[in-house]
């Protein structure tokens, strides 16, 4: 199983960036999908999901109307749109593949840095 994230990167405030996760070795279309969070010293946090059928969006409240996650079921891949980067944005973000409370899995992080 592989999840591979891409699309981090430096950028000023106030600018966009599309992150993506490609999986393998997991039936895509089964697994709920999410993107987490993570500042030095801290927890990872929350920070979009999109269910398996329905694709129903969730949001972290502190992105929520700047960040949009999609799903391509055909190329097993979500994506995260970030849109109105703030300093606050600055976090290692990671892919998490969500079956059930025993399986699942985790991305190997994809640094974005928002800065001027």
């Known amino acids: 199983v592989q999840l591979v994230e891409s699309g981090g990167g430096w950028v000023q405030p106030g600018g966009s960036l599309r992150l993506s996760c490609v999986t393998s070795?997991?039936?895509?279309?089964?697994?709920?999908m999410k993107w987490y969070r993570q500042t030095p010293g801290m927890e990872r946090d929350f920070v979009a999901g999109?269910?398996?059928?329905?694709?129903?969006?969730t949001y972290a409240d502190s992105v929520k109307g700047r960040f949009t996650i999609s799903r391509d079921n055909a190329r097993k891949t979500v994506y995260l749109y970030m849109n109105s980067l703030q300093f606050e944005d600055t976090a290692v973000y990671y892919c998490?593949?969500?079956?059930?409370?025993?399986?699942?899995?985790w991305g190997q992080g994809t640094q974005v840095t928002v800065s001027s």
């Open positions: 070795g997991i039936s895509f279309d089964l697994y709920s």
């Open positions: 999109i269910t398996r059928r329905t694709e129903v969006t």
């Open positions: 998490h593949a969500y079956l059930n409370d025993v399986i699942s899995y």
